[in-house]
């Protein structure tokens, strides 16, 4: 069973990704914290198939995240969302998979699935 994690700091955008990634990747497990830190834990604890995580957090950003995760050689999908338009190159070079501008669409949240949860687990 897939576990994707979601980072994200806002409760209003935190529930809905957790909402939308639940009603469309049906038999993933989907596990949501606050910061990067808690990701961080949550992964050395449970493991992780697909990270969606905010950039600007409290205690870590996704860029720190990722950089973390990508140091002791994770290397699952993990897609740094933002409003920031300016930090799209700089996730990349920390090793982000991908980079969406928020807010995420219904349609770009199928996107990921579609690309970096199913294909990589066929």
């Known amino acids: 069973m897939p576990h994707i994690v979601i980072a994200e700091d806002e409760v209003d955008v935190r529930e809905f990704l957790y909402r939308a ?3 469309h990747a049906p038999g993933s497990t989907i596990t949501a914290v606050a910061d ?5 834990d949550l992964i050395e604890r449970h493991g992780c198939d697909l990270l969606i995580s905010d950039h600007r ?4 950003t996704g860029i720190e ?3 973390k995760l990508r140091a002791r050689g994770d290397g699952f999908p993990a897609i740094i969302i933002s409003a920031d338009m300016t ?3 700089a996730a990349i ?3 982000a998979t991908a980079f969406f501008y928020k807010p995420l669409s219904l349609n770009q949240i ?3 699935i579609q690309t970096w949860l199913l294909q990589a687990s066929s």
């Open 21 to 23: 990634f639940q009603r």
């Open 36 to 40: 990067g830190v808690a990701a961080f």
């Open 57 to 60: 957090m409290p205690l870590k």
């Open 65 to 67: 995240l990722i950089r």
């Open 87 to 89: 930090i799209e190159a």
């Open 93 to 95: 070079e920390a090793g």
């Open 110 to 112: 199928r996107e990921i």
